[in-house]
């Protein structure tokens, strides 16, 4: 039976719109990796300035989930994290600016983290004109790549479970040129030769951020025993001693406890082995242990002591886990079952020797009485003959 600690047994990935879950196996040496692809929506923000009063404001912080490890693959051992910023700045300027001076658009991007830390530097780009009479587009483009890898446990629950989120928050800025506008006084130089309506400056600002989560795990571990009978049930087995004599002494079987597996499967943890009737003739050397390896092997033995008379049977319940590492930890439980029965031991042969029997006498009697008898007859037999002879 497998149970999950704290957890369900299949995790769902978080859905989300343009979302590909991508699973890579990996060599054998490599551990299995799992990488997930979000992307966010793009979003527009406008705004706009005129008259030479300069215009700040922060657009609504956008914010998309990440998606979290299905633990029924295996332990999640640590998370990489690249995230792209890509902003893009586009203005219309409507000015007459004889000195030069420059209509600008600035924005800037942050990223941060719910959940888990982000470590990133803010992303910045400008628009500007600087013509004497500048009408029409200017554009800039920046980005900005982080890559961030994570393995404590705080954040890897985080993101295992689908609450961590990237939260991007944008700046902008339009600074358009001072003084230089219809109904503001063009000054001695200019002609004043744009409405009220055309000294409007706009900026278009086009935020374009996603990310690629890789998630790397080790595969669960797989305990199973040697000998069970069952191939699709192997973690139930029975060791049965059948019929003993009493004083044979202490009787011993073994088998052995394995965790199937290689590099990529994570160790074996063996906590507690509780008997659960009493039988002190039974007992056992499977005692807890700690990340046994994918492939490894615990030897174990169960004894019956002969000393006892009677039907015996002990009933061990085998509390396993996934070693503590990671998150996603899965709970097995293996059942053992001792069994014997010590037999009175049976009567010894009668020993040779000693008085004989009554039939023994009789026998013996008979035999030296016919013995006698056949003597006397040859005596008789030869007296006749020497009588006889002239």
């Not at 527009?44 to 633990?71: D, E, R």
């Not at 941060?112 to 830390?117: E, K, M, R």
Request: glycine share 10%; net charge neutral; charged share 10%.
């Amino acid at each position: 039976m497998r149970m999950r600690s704290g957890l369900t047994r299949t995790a769902a990935m978080a859905a989300m719109v343009g979302m590909a879950a991508l699973a890579a196996v990996a060599p054998a040496w490599a551990m299995p990796s799992q990488s997930l692809i979000v992307s966010a929506a793009p979003y527009t923000q406008q705004l706009s300035a005129s008259g030479g009063n300069p215009i700040s404001q922060i657009a609504a912080a956008q914010s998309f989930a990440l998606p979290g490890f299905n633990t029924g693959l295996g332990v999640l051992q640590s998370a990489t994290l690249n995230l792209t910023t890509t902003l893009d700045v586009t203005g219309l300027v409507h000015a007459n600016d004889y000195l030069g001076l420059s209509t600008v658009f600035a924005s800037t991007a942050s990223l941060s983290g719910t959940g888990f830390n982000v470590h990133s530097n803010l992303v910045s780009t400008t628009a500007s004109c600087a013509l004497a009479v500048c009408t029409g587009a200017s554009g800039r483009s920046g980005s900005l790549a982080v890559s961030q890898a994570y393995a404590d446990p705080v954040t890897l629950q985080a993101l295992a479970t689908g609450q961590a989120k990237v939260t991007e928050q944008t700046s902008t800025t339009i600074t358009p040129t001072p003084g230089r506008y219809a109904g503001r006084g063009c000054g001695a130089f200019g002609a004043c030769n744009i409405t009220a309506a055309q000294s409007l400056d706009t900026t278009t600002l086009s935020v374009d951020a996603g990310s690629t989560l890789t998630y790397a795990y080790l595969l669960h571990a797989r305990p199973v025993f040697e000998s069970a009978p069952d191939p699709n049930n192997r973690n139930v087995l029975t060791l049965d001693f059948g019929q003993l004599f009493q004083g044979t002494g202490r009787q011993t079987l073994s088998s052995q406890l394995m965790a199937l597996g290689d590099a990529n499967t994570i160790g074996l943890d063996l906590t507690s082995v509780q008997g659960l009737l009493w039988a002190p003739a039974i007992s056992t050397t499977l005692g807890t242990f700690y990340n046994l390896p994918g492939g490894g092997a615990d030897r174990f033995s169960v004894s019956l002591d002969t000393t006892y008379l009677g039907s015996f049977e002990q009933n061990y319940l085998i509390t396993l886990f996934d070693t503590n590492q990671g998150y996603g930890r899965l709970q097995d439980q293996m059942y053992l079952t001792v069994r014997g029965q010590v037999l009175a031991a049976p009567l010894p042969p009668p020993v040779p020797g000693g008085v004989p029997e009554p039939a023994t006498w009789a026998m013996l009697l008979l035999g030296f009485g016919g013995l006698g008898a056949a003597l006397r007859a040859q005596r008789r037999l030869s007296g006749r003959s020497a009588t006889l002879r002239p």
